[in-house]
């Protein structure tokens, strides 16, 4: 039986020190078959880099997260630049825009998200888009850098996701449109989640991925404690249960989805 790609994880976490060793080492006995590890600093993306030459089924990305980016420098570019030559490392992110706080300034945060997407486009690579309270910056500044156009996106057609998805379903629309795929995680599960309901109810399932962003947002019947990639098979049913589809079949689609995007061969 195929297993579950996990699209977006932090394993590289703190909340993981006691025991990442044990738990990675069991996770394909729970279900899960690939991991993407997700980089959010310099530092997380180092850390990035390693676990996915120690674990087989782990794969990396690397970017500096908008709330990481406030004394980030040209020479942090390079230095992403070169993390991302390795092997395992599929994708540019976690990138973007965050706006639920005042700090850093929406115009530095604007800057290192477009330098990073311009990195992409020059390495080939998708990107992990984060956008909180900024939907329509995060569009505009997609639609200039990292779209269908002369401007930006892979030639391959492999222009990445827009992780932890939480705009509205005709937004979801467009970006589906233009070649992206929605992240879904354990929001979904939330009683108050309609509007992400909605959004899934609504868009090709050949457009969505699943993502714990572990150690967070963790599914019910365990939201508020600590998320592992294990968990995604109450995503997984939330998914099948509005799509009326077997959950097998949802793992499957969105297991192809994930190796598309990310370009790695199995």
Known sequence: M???????AHYEDGRFDEDRESL???ISSLGVEFIVNVGSSVETCVETVKMTQKY????????VHPEECANMTQKDIETIK???????????????LDYHYSEPERSVQKKWFVEQIKLAVSLQMPVIVHSRDAA??????????GGRSENGGCTDGRYGVIHC?????????????????IGVGGVLTFKNASRLKKVVE????????????????????YRGKRNDSSLLKYVVQC?????????????????????TMYGIEV
């Open 202 to 221: 609504q868009i090709d399932i050949h457009r969505l991925l699943i993502e714990t962003d572990c150690p967070y947002m963790a599914p019910v019947p």
């Open 24 to 26: 990675l080492s069991s």
């Open 2 to 8: 195929l297993g579950i790609f996990d699209s977006h």
């Open 165 to 181: 998805y939480s705009g509205s379903a005709e937004m979801a629309k467009e970006y589906a449109d233009m070649g992206y795929y």
């Open 56 to 63: 087989p089924f782990i794969y990396g990305s690397v970017g």
């Open 82 to 96: 070169n993390l991302a030559k390795n092997d395992k490392i599929v994708a540019i992110g976690e990138i973007g």
């Open 136 to 145: 329509a910056d995060t569009m505009e500044i997609i639609k200039h850098y």
């Open 239 to 259: 998914i099948s249960e509005i799509k009326n589809m077997a959950a097998d079949e949802v793992i499957k689609i969105t297991r192809v989805n994930a190796l």
